[in-house]
């Protein structure tokens, strides 16, 4: 069955640093999304990707991050300064028809920023 | 005003019984879906089951089965036989088909543990 594999599975950061989480959404999937979910918090929205662009993104995602899908296939989130507040686990997910009924998400980046 | 509520933070269950995990929903989009995933400690997101706000049956995937009651907005998740690696986290979400993203929201969650 088809994945989405995120890298690295976990990674941890000075404070101010920046970081890429990358992700390989499945092939023919056209909508690709972003969560953050804070240690045992709930999982929320960060950001939507459709068409090479943002169709939709979270007060959450300020300017200090960016999404981009460079080469077609990886998808990834940079955090330019990371604030020790941004330690989650971020997950990425994607699905071919946003009317459709099977999203796919990664197994996750666990980001500790120390 | 929150879109998914789950009240429940934590339930026990002994195995092989079933459980029922609560979620209630607010929209005023006429079309939506709604998802209940998994996350066991290892952290990842599983799907369990889908619920489409036209369906008129409620859905159902092997031992998970969603009782949804669209007037009281709520779509409860029905765990039957319950087993040891049920142990987990629970999340309902929901997507409302007017947006042009398709993003979920999530409640809180549930997390679940199965007695022996």
């Known amino acids: 069955e088809p994945e989405v594999t995120q890298t690295p599975s976990h990674q941890v950061t000075q404070m ?3 970081v890429i989480l990358r992700c390989v959404p499945i092939s023919n999937h056209l909508y690709f999304y972003w969560y953050r979910q804070i240690l045992g918090q709930k999982v929320e929205f960060l950001v939507s990707f459709y068409n090479n662009e943002i169709s939709e993104k979270s007060e959450i995602f300020d300017d200090q991050f960016s999404v981009e899908r460079p080469d077609g296939s990886n998808f990834t989130l940079k955090i330019r300064s990371t604030k020790l507040e941004d330690s989650a686990m971020y997950f990425c997910a994607s699905i071919g028809d946003r009317g459709q009924r099977g999203y796919t998400f990664g197994s996750g980046t666990r980001l500790t920023v120390v | 005003a929150q879109k998914i509520t789950q009240t429940q933070p ?3 269950v002994q195995e092989k019984e079933a459980v029922t995990l609560d979620c209630t929903y607010d929209t005023s989009d006429p079309s939506y879906g709604l998802f209940w995933y998994k996350q066991p400690s ?3 997101m599983i799907f369990l089951i889908y619920q489409g706000s036209y369906d008129q049956q409620n859905a159902t995937e092997g031992r998970y089965s969603l009782n949804f ?3 009281r907005k709520s779509a409860n ?3 039957s036989a319950s087993q040891l690696g049920d142990s987990a986290m629970y999340f ?3 997507r409302e088909d007017s947006s042009n993203t398709g993003k979920l929201i999530f409640g809180q969650g549930t997390t679940l543990q199965v007695k022996p």
């Open chain 2, 92 to 94: 309902c979400a929901m």
């Open chain 1, 16 to 18: 101010g640093q920046e």
């Open chain 2, 10 to 12: 934590g339930m026990f």
């Open chain 2, 42 to 44: 290892s952290g990842e």
């Open chain 2, 69 to 71: 009651q669209k007037a």
């Open chain 2, 77 to 79: 998740l029905v765990i």
